[in-house]
């Protein structure tokens, strides 16, 4: 009887390189997909940094703004129980020019005034009368106790000293911030890194550079990020 001979099927390249191929393909399509998102990262970041410097004195303000807001709110909820919570309510609740200060002269001596009259302030700034505005911000740097308000109106103060166009002015009232170790740090990176910006655009790279590395960058936030980023471009 014959033996039946049973031929073993040889694989063909084709099988071979159908099983090696494909982890190929994945990692290399694994690649790509990670260089598109890591570009698109950079154009954000790109986008968003020219979107920032393009906006700055507006995106300043804003900020400044929000941050008397939060002021104001925090101290409504402190002065509701205490015996000057009428006054308060009332120098917190004037919105308009006019409102604030026939508040400010019904509740001179209250507690909430200095936070009313950083509101009067930045309307006056709003409404283009910038140098009522600076002293209005001077006294009430000058004058409140220590505290959000004070620290509000010194950092206002050389905002509006920008906004005039006296940058020198502006400059060394932000240094003075920034080394003022009384003031809480995210004071001082605020001030260091606008003293820095300033002096930047001024062309003294050495002092903005000087200015900036003063700066905590260990400390997460937004003044240290801003620093940081751009004390890496002038390097």
Do not use: C, H
């Given at each position: 009887?014959?033996?039946?001979?049973?031929?073993?099927?040889?694989?063909?390249?084709?099988?071979?390189?159908?099983?090696?191929?494909?982890?190929?393909?994945?990692?290399?399509?694994?690649?790509?997909?990670?260089?598109?998102?890591?570009?698109?990262?950079?154009?954000?970041?790109?986008?968003?940094?020219?979107?920032?410097?393009?906006?700055?004195?507006?995106i300043l303000?804003?900020?400044?703004?929000?941050?008397?807001?939060?002021?104001?709110?925090?101290?409504?909820?402190?002065?509701?129980?205490?015996?000057?919570?009428?006054?308060?309510?009332?120098?917190?609740?004037?919105?308009?020019?006019?409102?604030?200060?026939?508040?400010?002269?019904?509740?001179?001596?209250?507690?909430?005034?200095?936070?009313?009259?950083?509101?009067?302030?930045?309307?006056?700034?709003?409404?283009?009368?910038?140098?009522?505005?600076?002293?209005?911000?001077?006294q009430v740097?000058?004058?409140?106790?220590?505290?959000?308000?004070?620290?509000?109106?010194?950092?206002?103060?050389?905002?509006?000293?920008?906004?005039?166009?006296?940058?020198?002015?502006?400059?060394?009232?932000?240094?003075?911030?920034?080394?003022?170790?009384?003031?809480?740090?995210?004071?001082?990176?605020?001030?260091?890194?606008?003293?820095?910006?300033?002096?930047?655009?001024e062309g003294?790279?050495?002092?903005?550079?000087?200015?900036?590395?003063?700066?905590?960058?260990?400390?997460?936030?937004?003044?240290?990020?801003?620093?940081?980023?751009?004390?890496?471009?002038?390097?």
């Amino acid at each position: 009887m014959a033996k039946t001979k049973y031929k073993k099927k040889k694989k063909g390249p084709q099988s071979t390189q159908s099983s090696s191929a494909s982890p190929v393909k994945e990692t290399t399509k694994s690649k790509n997909i990670s260089n598109v998102v890591a570009m698109d990262a950079v154009d954000d970041f790109d986008r968003f940094e020219e979107f920032f410097t393009s906006n700055l004195r507006t995106i300043l303000w804003l900020f400044a703004i929000l941050s008397i807001l939060v002021i104001i709110g925090a101290a409504v909820y402190a002065l509701r129980e205490t015996s000057e919570s009428k006054g308060a309510d009332e120098l917190l609740a004037a919105k308009t020019i006019d409102e604030i200060e026939k508040a400010l002269k019904t509740f001179p001596t209250n507690q909430a005034v200095p936070l009313a009259k950083l509101r009067l302030a930045t309307l006056k700034f709003k409404a283009g009368d910038k140098k009522a505005a600076l002293d209005i911000y001077s006294q009430v740097a000058s004058t409140a106790t220590p505290g959000e308000a004070r620290d509000r109106a010194a950092l206002n103060k050389a905002y509006t000293l920008e906004a005039l166009g006296e940058n020198k002015k502006a400059a060394e009232t932000f240094e003075r911030l920034g080394s003022d170790s009384s003031r809480p740090e995210y004071i001082r990176n605020e001030a260091n890194y606008s003293a820095a910006r300033i002096r930047l655009l001024e062309g003294d790279k050495k002092q903005a550079a000087t200015l900036l590395k003063t700066i905590d960058f260990s400390t997460p936030g937004f003044w240290s990020l801003q620093g940081k980023m751009l004390l890496q471009r002038i390097n």
